[in-house]
């Protein structure tokens, strides 16, 4: 197609082998045309740019000197796959990124033997790459066989404990194995912490013309047995004030900082390391997210995730919205109320932007708290806060926060300490598909005594329940709430507290309720519509809570109409499972009662548009109505009923 970059070196590799042959300097060509590759693919499908960008002179030389998929290359995240994906038998459907069906916007196992292990959390990759060393160590076999294991890491991710428990282990059982310390400065956010500051340190000492220089140095002493020319290496860059102590400490060789946009230098590093590593080595690599595209390298978050675009401006096409953002309703709400109470502060795990804090972090930066990709410490943190007179907001992704599970069980609910979680992203969230996907939470704190558990079925809603989670002192509290626009209801000015545990009519209705609980209240409504058009007059409720239950509501729909469904965008185990406890308990399905409970299915559902994913949920508004047809024994227009 005319609007692709003209790409013919590119056009002759179909899979890594393809590279054997090339020179360094065809190489060098070949990283250009796949960063202009992946600029276009990119520009058509939305996704992950920044970080691909930026690595992709790292996986030129990576699949050039490695025997892919034999040797193993683990991406942590995933983020920066996309060149990867190019370069290893995927280039003819990459424009199907993140779409239904199409490439999956992080590495996969089920998608490609050059993804040996799957990834889009964060801090995993030492620790697939250990296992995958001693796996080879003890005879394990895979189609491919098992070489060398190669991690690459972001700077990001090594905040994490996680990673640092890896290097640890991998340190002490001495195998050999290469991490790449993919140093861009960034994660999504700009880094946080003292692990940030010390990298800093280890090239602040000289310009970066110098660290080159000193880079190639250290390679024209390596060819020699490789633990003489690292160790002589490590002496050249201490002299320079420049080393990895830190990373030594925990067992493994240290090289760099090299520049890993420069394949004079990374080739032949990559190469001695190959040859010569006998045990783990850590290779520190400074890169620069957004590389080689200006609308990328210019933006707050060098182009980490964008909509289509177009190439020439860098101009994101997204379609217009009347509606706010959840994202956004939640960070004005706290900010206003964080204006008229001191004590409100926000933790968050490395996502200021994502979770809406940005705004909270400059009007008060000593009440905000981005604790990095450690969402373990954040909630623990928070807890601590709250045990201090503060009162936190804990603002993490629902998929994220899993993450941090032990600590919302041990420190927080046992402690029965008022940490407020916003959690972002729950229910279905479309192209980053199942990994990102909020689908457990209602079930994983639902289950917890004495925390009270909210989802907002529209954004004057969510307003309401970051007010009512302010309020609230008596234990901890959550609210859900989705990804992307809200429906368009009217705002209130300020949120309302909520009576605890009390739900709401929508409409009134006969012989059957739906009670939602969460955002598929406007399916709910869509539905309810249609069957009115059959005769059928449902009753629709906003359940608002699963925990602490509205027994009252609950109860007395059950009384009132011949069948009941409850609807959630969720795992089951969630507000049905909680809805039918309460019901057996109370003797109920005794009566007659038709009860349905319509949750996820009992499967991951992959990348799609969010509309397609509900669909194949069974969660959509034309589901819902069929749903309560066949509770009904209702026959749908062109079937017969047995």
């Not at 991690?151 to 002490?172: H, K, L, R, T, Y």
């Amino acid at each position: 197609m005319t609007d692709r970059p003209a790409t013919p070196l590119l056009d002759r590799i179909r899979r890594p082998a393809d590279m054997k042959g090339l020179s360094d300097s065809q190489l060098v060509q070949l990283a250009h045309e796949l960063r202009a590759e992946t600029i276009s693919a990119v520009s058509v499908t939305g996704g992950h740019l920044g970080a691909g960008l930026g690595v992709v002179e790292l996986t030129v030389a990576l699949h050039a000197i490695f025997d892919t998929p034999r040797d193993k290359l683990i991406w942590d995240v995933g983020h920066q796959c996309y060149p990867h994906k190019i370069l290893t038998e995927r280039r003819d459907r990459i424009r199907t990124l993140r779409m239904k069906d199409g490439l999956s916007g992080f590495t996969k196992r089920a998608e490609s033997p050059y993804d040996p292990f799957g990834a889009a959390h964060s801090s995993t990759s030492i620790s697939a790459a250990l296992g995958y060393a001693v796996a080879r160590d003890l005879g394990g076999v895979t189609p491919e066989g098992i070489g060398d294991v190669v991690a690459v890491i972001g700077d990001g991710a090594m905040s994490a404990g996680m990673a640092f428990e890896a290097m640890n282990n991998a340190g002490d059982l001495g195998k050999r194995m290469i991490v790449i310390l993919n140093d861009n400065e960034m994660s999504i956010a700009p880094p946080v912490g003292a692990l940030s500051s010390y990298l800093s340190r280890l090239y602040a000492e000289e310009p970066f013309q110098h660290l080159k220089d000193a880079a190639k140095g250290a390679v024209s002493l390596l060819p020699e047995p490789f633990r003489e020319g690292a160790k002589r290496a490590k002496d050249m860059l201490k002299g320079m004030a420049v080393g990895g102590t830190l990373f030594e400490a925990l067992g493994f060789s240290y090289l760099g900082p090299i520049d890993g946009h420069d394949l004079h230098q990374l080739l032949p590093v990559l190469r001695t390391v190959r040859a010569r590593a006998h045990g783990p080595v850590l290779i520190h690599v400074l890169t620069r997210k957004g590389k080689g595209y200006r609308p990328a390298e210019q933006a707050r978050d060098k182009g980490h995730a964008t909509a289509k675009f177009d190439m020439v401006t860098g101009e994101q096409k997204k379609a217009p919205s009347n509606a706010p953002s959840f994202t956004g309703v939640f960070g004005k709400e706290l900010l206003r109320l964080a204006g008229e109470d001191d004590k409100i502060c926000a933790v968050t795990a490395a996502m200021p932007d994502g979770t809406g804090l940005n705004l909270f972090a400059e009007r008060y930066p000593s009440r905000c708290f981005d604790v990095g990709i450690a969402e373990q410490h954040g909630v623990t943190f928070a807890a601590a806060l709250a045990a201090g007179g503060m009162k936190p907001f804990c603002a993490i992704y629902s998929t994220f926060l899993q993450r941090g599970y032990d600590q919302v069980v041990h420190d927080v609910a046992i402690q029965r300490l008022p940490v407020r979680f916003a959690i972002d992203r729950a229910g279905l969230v479309g192209a980053d598909g199942a990994t990102h996907a909020g689908s457990y939470d209602i079930a994983f704190l639902a289950n917890l005594p004495g925390f009270v558990v909210m989802a907002a079925a529209d954004e004057a809603e969510l307003k309401h329940m970051v007010a009512t989670a302010a309020a609230h002192e008596d234990g901890p509290i959550a609210f859900r709430y989705p990804r992307g626009e809200g429906t368009g209801v009217e705002m209130p000015e300020a949120g309302a507290v909520l009576e605890i545990g009390k739900g709401r009519i929508i409409r009134e209705g006969g012989r059957v309720a739906i009670l939602s609980y969460g955002a598929r209240l406007a399916e709910a409504e869509k539905a309810a519509e249609a069957l009115a058009a059959r005769g059928i007059t449902p009753t629709v409720a906003d359940a608002r809570f699963a925990k602490p239950l509205d027994r009252e509501l609950i109860l007395a729909l059950a009384a009132e109409h011949e069948a009941l469904i409850t609807l959630e965008e969720g795992a089951v185990g969630g507000f049905g499972s909680h809805v039918a406890q309460l019901l057996a308990e109370e003797g109920v399905f005794d009566t007659g009662l038709k009860f349905r409970s319509m949750v996820f299915p009992d499967i991951f559902i992959d990348q799609a548009s969010p509309a397609d994913m509900y669909a194949v949920a069974g969660m959509d508004a034309a589901r819902i109505e069929a749903k309560v047809l066949d509770l009904l024994g209702v026959a749908r227009l062109g079937e017969k009923r047995a």
